[in-house]
DNA sequence: GTGGTCTAGACCACT
DNA sequence: GTGGTCTAGACCACC
C-alpha cells in the first residue's frame, strides 16, 4: 500500500496528515510504539530525513514523543487525541463546505443534499 | 492565479473538473462563449493540447459544443447542467464520507457535526 | 568572526541562541530584515540547512517571519522581543546560579559576592 | 555519566576545571586521595595521557601533589583551596556578567535581576 | 537497532 | 536571488 503522495503541498505536511489521521482512527492505539523512521520512510517511499521532519512537527504537538533509543510511541493522553479528531473534522467540514459553494450550493442546501444521501443508504 | 493541479491525476482529468466547476456554479453562464483554447491553457499553465483534451472531452457530455469558426460555447441546457451540478456535488459528498470515516467518524456521526456546523454559523 | 559553536549541543541550538541574542540586544532591530539564510550559513561556517533549521525554529516562536520571496524579517512586537529577552536573562541567571552552587555557593553567598563585585566595577 | 566536554578549548583544560571544581566544592576533601588516572581517565572518557597531563597541571598549581608510591593526594592547605574557589567565583561572575552584557542588560540592571531572582526564591 | 544531527547538492516557485 | 523542500549519505550516542 504505497501512500498517496501529491506534488501541490509538500510531502512532509501529507506525512503529518497521514500518521495523524492513523492515530485519531485507532490504526494506532494510544501508548503504542510507532514502526521507526526507516521504517515508516520505506513504507511511504520517501527519504527518512523527510519523515523525520513529519514526526517531529508531530512531537511539537506532543501527539508523539521519542523515547531516545527504543523508538517512538503514540501519547497516552486520550483526551488530545479527540482534540485533534475533532480538530481534523473541522477542517474537512469546512473544506467540504467551500467545494460545495464552488459548485454554487449555500450552506443549508449542502445540510439538505447530506442529510438526503444519508437517509438513501439507510434504505440500501 | 495558476490552477491548483496534482501530478496523482492526469492533468486533462483535473482541468475537465475545474471548468465543469466553473460552468456549473454559474462563473460561465448556459449559453456563453468560451474563452480561446490557447487563453485558457496559458491561464492553467498548461500546454494548449492539453487543454484542448480537456474541452474535447467536455464536448462528448455535450456540456460544451464548438461553433466551428465562432468558438466554443456552453450548453444552453441548463437541465445537464443541473444534472451535472448535482452529480459533483454527489462526488463531493461521498469523498467528504470517506475522508470522515478515515478519521473514524460514522455517517451519522458527521452528520450530526456537521448539523451543528451549520448552526453554530448560523448564531455569528 | 566566526561564531562559536561547540560539540556538545546541537549546531542548530547554538545558532538559535546566537540569532536570539543578536535580536534581543537590539544588533537586530525590530522589523529589520535579516541577512539570507546562505550569507548567514557562510558566516557562521554552517551548512545553508542547518542555519534553515534554526531559522525555522525561530519562526515558530514568531520572532522572525519569512516573506517568501524577499527575506526574514524579525517581527515587530517589541513586547515580545522584551518578553524573550527577559526570558533569556532568568535562564543565564539559573546557569549561573547552578555553576556557583557546584563551586560550593549558596545562593546568599553569590549574591554577596556578585554585589562586592559590582561596587569594586565602580570605584574603576 | 560521561564529562560534559567542549571542542572549543584544549581538553585538558576543562579537565583541569573539573577537578578543580570538585575539590573546591569539597567533593573531594582537603588531604584525601584520589582515583587513579586510569580510574578517573575511565570516568571522563578521555585517554589515560590527557588526564595525565591534566593532573600534573594541577600539581604545578600546588592543588594536588603526588606520593610516589601511594597515589595523588589533595593538598591540605585549605586557604590555597579557599583562594582557588573564590577565583573560579571570580571567573563565574565575569562570565555571567559578560552573557547579560551580550542581552543588553547593564551591570546594575544585572544586579537588581538577580537581586529579585534570590527573593522570589525565599517566597517558595 | 533506535532517534538525532549534519552536510552536500539539487530543484522549485516567486519576482 | 529569495526561502522552501527533498534526497542521499554519513556519523553519533545509546542500549
Redesign the pocket.
Known amino acids: 500500500m504505497p501512500w498517496p503522495l501529491n506534488s501541490d503541498?509538500?510531502?512532509?505536511?501529507?506525512l503529518i496528515e497521514h500518521i495523524q489521521t492513523d492515530i485519531v482512527s485507532g490504526k494506532y492505539q494510544a501508548g503504542e510504539k510507532?514502526?521507526?523512521?526507516?521504517?515508516l520512510a520505506a513504507d511511504a517511499?520517501?527519504?527518512?530525513?523527510?519523515m523525520?521532519?513529519a514526526?517531529?512537527e508531530l512531537?511539537r504537538n506532543n501527539l508523539v514523543h521519542?523515547?531516545?533509543?527504543?523508538?517512538?510511541f503514540i501519547t497516552e493522553d486520550v483526551t488530545m487525541i479527540q482534540d485533534i479528531k475533532n480538530q481534523l473534522a473541522r477542517e474537512q467540514i469546512s473544506e467540504f463546505f467551500t467545494h460545495m459553494k464552488q459548485l454554487g450550493f449555500q450552506e443549508k442546501e449542502t445540510l439538505q443534499l447530506i442529510t438526503e444521501s444519508v437517509k438513501e443508504e439507510d434504505h440500501e
Chains 1, 2, 3, 4 share one sequence.
Open positions: 503541498r509538500p510531502i512532509y505536511a501529507q510507532l514502526p521507526s523512521v526507516r521504517e517511499g520517501v527519504n527518512p530525513n523527510t523525520q521532519k514526526l517531529s512531537e521519542s523515547q531516545r533509543t527504543s523508538g517512538r
